[in-house]
């Protein structure tokens, strides 16, 4: 097929060769392409578009394009040749389009190339413009960057200066102040100068007299306020100082007089503080007695004494002046009155006054002291609101900081750096604030200490080997520092110091709690080890009466709670940890942990009582398997002459399980494996006690603290695994009361093999009733579960299914192989006698009618299985889903019909 496409520009066409046109029909590429006819031919009118066959044209102009891509490509379709004359094909159709544009075209082309003439001397003349107003530009900037940096260097020099200037105004500030403090030491001293001092604080009955001394006080409170905000504010302008500033030899010498300055204030304070203070307390001392007007107001001016007085030393951040004077003049001689060894022995060599001493020492702050803590608390309340004050002044600065800085942004470098200055004094002085004050708390810096040091001459009180006495004065002093806590720090933050304090330590450190939990460890656990462990287990077992009606029962079970001993003395045990009489706080893990420990020593005991049972009952089983594999060997060798028989000796056990004799460890009448339900008893009511009412009582005792839910949790952990450890208790013993049950229950399984000797040749009539054997066989157990366990109601009703099951199913197991054995056994005698006496009948039929001693044989293993299974169904059990009474079942389903027929 031939393919021709015309230029319309030039008329030529591009004729493709064969080898090209044996790819058309294939269109590898997908694409079409339309000659306007459909012909081949085009039309002259450049509507045609060449379209290549092996590539899309689009693929050219795709951001991703790569030369390497498109040959791999191209080479998956056509092969290299084919390729190439594709593109050159393509590539002339470009060229004619071009061709064709420019003819189409040509007058705007012509129109510019006639525009562009006398173009490139336009742009010469502007690139010589712009490069002259370049060299212009960058002169003119050369010449601005030297008026800055000479600008910037004139505003550095006057920030020096200014800044300087600051510093020596700073410093002549605080000089004047200094002086002034010294005017003002000078009117001190005038006005507290000895006589004129007696004067003022001399409390005379004239009235007149009076007036001028309380009138000299207000100015000598003023005096003191007025050398207290000096100092703040001398204190407050050396702050705004940097590192770098205080450096200075100036401002060193300031610090040096700033210093002296303290001491000063500290020397001419003192003894005003001292006065006021024994006058104002020895006021308080005497509130009972009636005190005039004249008492009052100098009480009232003792008051605001004290009070600038504080604030001045709190003010020069001498705290312990106060904290000293008030311990030593105060606390100290009244404490030496109270805490004396007359009023400790009230009766001789004992501690029966402590109480006493305490009360009084309460009743003492309550009374004289109460009125100058409320001073300090109230200097307390008004620093923290000037804390608070200076919390939102600092806000709100640096609020006006930010405004200022976003403002200042097109000011000048001076202004933005004299502003920063002015921020940064302001910081200074809100952290400075922050450290000066600090509260007041006498209580644990006066009292407290005196209190320690008194109580520490006297061991007695500490009584580390008498654990009744350390507990009767540990908490009456436990509760004397919690009434402190209460009266008199009520504010957190002192309660938080008063706790941290060192005194508040060293008072506890004087009770060795170990020695004490020690004393008491070995008064709980050795009263338990030596009064209820050294009793064997059965020993101490007290066992219910049994002519006593349920009512009696229920009330001796009131009475009587446990049945062991050693389960009643865990108890008692268990209550001496958490009693109000051993119990404290600081030992609480310690207590939780003995708790626990007596829980695992009662394990202990019993699992060690069931150890050498649970060995001998292991020997015994072991036996037991040898004997029934020695039975099997030999009843397989005898078995011939064994049925040859007509009336065979009975046979040896048919059980699969020899019963086990009952343990002879045990020779205690009570000690029977029977007993062991009242220690399942004892478990199961200790273990719910544990669980329920001792939780409640621990958690109860410990009390509300910080860590209240990791301490739940520790709580919760160690019961639950001490009550597991008590749990596991139960399997081990039921598996000796099921091992003693079936034994017992096994006794009568021989008796079915004498059914052959009942029926065999001896005319019996039809059997209609259950063998006796059959009750027999239930007996041991119904009297356990239905009996003694029915009055425990602590036993769960799960268990007492899981031991009748547990009994049953090896017993009805050997009821069946012993069914089985008798079977197959009479089967075997009928069929060798038969063959003896060569008759088609059996040897001996009974009287009353045509019924075979086979027949009555199997008719009684049927009513007995059936009698057997009613009792199975008394205990709970299923026997639509109970296995061996199924297996048992299907052998003597079959006589069933035996009944039937008889009926007939």
Not at 75 to 96: A, I
Not at 133 to 138: H, M, N, P, V
Not at 338 to 353: M, W
Request: glycine share 2%; charged share 20%; net charge neutral.
């Amino acid at each position: 097929m031939a393919m021709n496409l015309k230029n319309s520009s030039s008329g030529g066409n591009l004729t493709s060769s064969p080898s090209y046109n044996s790819f058309s029909s294939l269109n590898l590429s997908g694409n079409s392409f339309n000659n306007g006819s459909g012909s081949g031919s085009g039309s002259g009118s450049g509507s045609n578009e060449y379209i290549p066959l092996c590539f899309s044209k689009d693929v050219f102009t795709s951001n991703t394009f790569e030369v390497d891509q498109f040959i791999s490509d191209c080479r998956k379709r056509v092969n290299l040749e084919s390729v190439q004359k594709d593109l050159r094909e393509y590539s002339k159709h470009l060229d004619s389009e071009l061709i064709e544009l420019i003819n189409k075209e040509y007058q705007s082309f012509f129109s510019l190339s006639t525009s562009l003439v006398g173009f490139d001397t336009i742009l010469n003349e502007f690139s010589i413009s712009q490069s002259s107003i370049k060299s212009e530009i960058k002169s003119f900037n050369n010449e601005i960057v030297k008026v800055r940096g000479l600008v910037e260097d004139k505003l550095n020099e006057k920030k020096s200066i200014e800044q300087k200037k600051k510093l020596l105004q700073l410093y002549i500030s605080i000089s004047e102040t200094l002086n002034n403090m010294n005017h003002l030491f000078d009117q001190l001293y005038q006005l507290t100068h000895p006589n004129d001092f007696k004067k003022i604080n001399n409390n005379n009955n004239n009235h007149t007299n009076n007036e001028t001394n309380i009138n000299d006080g207000d100015v000598l409170e003023l005096l003191i306020d007025r050398i207290s905000n000096s100092f703040y504010q001398i204190q407050n302008q050396m702050s705004s100082l940097t590192n770098d500033e205080l450096k200075f030899n100036i401002f060193q010498s300031l610090s040096l007089k700033i210093m002296d300055l303290s001491n000063k204030i500290e020397e001419k304070v003192e003894p005003i503080f001292k006065e006021s203070l024994k006058r104002f307390i020895n006021v308080n001392n005497n509130n009972k007695e009636i005190v005039d007007d004249n008492n009052e107001k100098q009480n009232k001016y003792d008051e605001r004494i004290l009070l600038v007085c504080l604030k001045t030393f709190q003010t020069i951040d001498k705290l312990n002046v106060p904290y000293k004077l008030f311990k030593t003049l105060i606390v100290k001689p009244r404490l030496a009155q109270i805490v004396s060894l007359r009023n400790l022995e009230i009766n001789k060599s004992t501690t029966d006054g402590l109480s006493q001493i305490y009360n009084s020492i309460i009743e003492f702050l309550k009374n004289q002291c109460s009125s100058f803590f409320d001073i300090s608390n109230l200097i307390n309340n008004n620093l923290k609101e000037k804390q608070s004050n200076n919390n939102n002044n600092n806000n709100n600065n640096n609020n006006n900081n930010n405004n200022n800085n976003n403002n200042n942004q097109i000011n000048n470098n001076s202004n933005n750096n004299n502003n920063n200055i002015n921020n940064n004094n302001i910081n200074n002085n809100y952290n400075n604030n922050i450290i000066l004050y600090n509260n007041y708390n006498f209580i644990s810096q006066s009292v407290l200490p005196e209190i320690d040091e008194s109580l520490g001459f006297f061991k007695q009180i500490f009584a580390t080997g008498i654990p009744d006495l350390f507990y009767k004065n540990y908490y009456l002093t436990f509760n004397f520092i919690q009434s402190i806590e209460v009266n008199f720090l009520t504010n957190k933050e002192l309660l938080t110091q008063f706790r941290q304090s060192s005194s508040y330590s060293s008072l506890w450190k004087k009770w060795n709690f170990a020695v004490y939990f020690q004393l008491c460890f070995t008064n709980i656990a050795q009263h338990f080890e030596f009064n209820y462990l050294r009793i064997p287990l059965f020993d101490q077992l007290t066992l219910p009466t049994n002519n006593i009606t349920n009512n009696n029962n229920n009330n001796n079970e009131n009475n009587n709670e446990f049945y062991l001993k050693s389960t009643d003395g865990l108890r008692l045990s268990m209550d001496k940890c958490w009693s109000n009489s051993n119990f404290i706080f600081d030992l609480s893990s310690k207590f939780f942990k003995l708790f626990l420990q007596l829980i695992a020593r009662y394990d202990t005991f019993i699992s060690d009582t069931l150890i050498p049972l649970e060995l001998e009952l292991q020997q015994q089983l072991q036996q037991q398997q040898l004997q029934q594999q020695q039975q099997q060997q030999q009843q397989q060798q005898n078995i011939g002459d064994s049925v040859i028989k007509i009336t065979p000796k009975s046979p040896p056990s048919l059980s699969n399980q020899s019963p086990i004799s009952s343990s002879t460890t045990l020779n205690n009448k009570q000690s029977s494996p029977e007993n062991f339900i009242y220690i399942i008893s004892d478990i199961y009511k200790i273990k719910s006690k544990i669980s329920t009412n001792y939780k409640e009582l621990i958690i109860k005792t410990i009390g509300n603290h910080q860590n209240q839910h990791e301490i739940l949790n520790l709580i919760n952990d160690g019961i639950l695994e001490s009550c597991k450890t008590l749990e596991q208790l139960i399997p081990r013993i039921s598996i000796i009361i099921e091992n003693h049950l079936i034994s017992k229950c096994l006794e009568p399984i021989e008796i079915i093999s004498t059914l052959r000797s009942t029926y065999r040749m001896t005319n019996k009539p039809v059997p209609t009733k259950p063998s006796i054997y059959v009750s027999n066989l239930i007996s041991p157990l119904e009297i356990l579960i239905n009996n003694k366990a029915s009055s425990l109601h602590f036993i769960p009703p799960e268990i007492k299914l899981n031991w009748a099951i547990s009994v049953l199913t090896p017993v009805t197991e050997s009821f069946k192989n012993a069914a089985t054995n008798l079977i197959q056994s009479v089967t075997q005698s009928n069929d060798i006698i038969n063959k003896m006496v060569k008759k088609s009948k059996p040897t001996t039929t009974t009287s009353g009618g045509d019924m075979s001693d086979m027949d009555k044989i199997s008719l009684q293993l049927y009513l007995d299985v059936d009698k057997f299974g009613l009792y199975i169904q008394k205990f709970g059990i299923n026997l639509l889903t109970f296995e061996p009474f199924l297996g048992l079942k299907s052998i003597v389903e079959p006589f069933k019909k035996l009944i039937l027929n008889q009926n007939k």
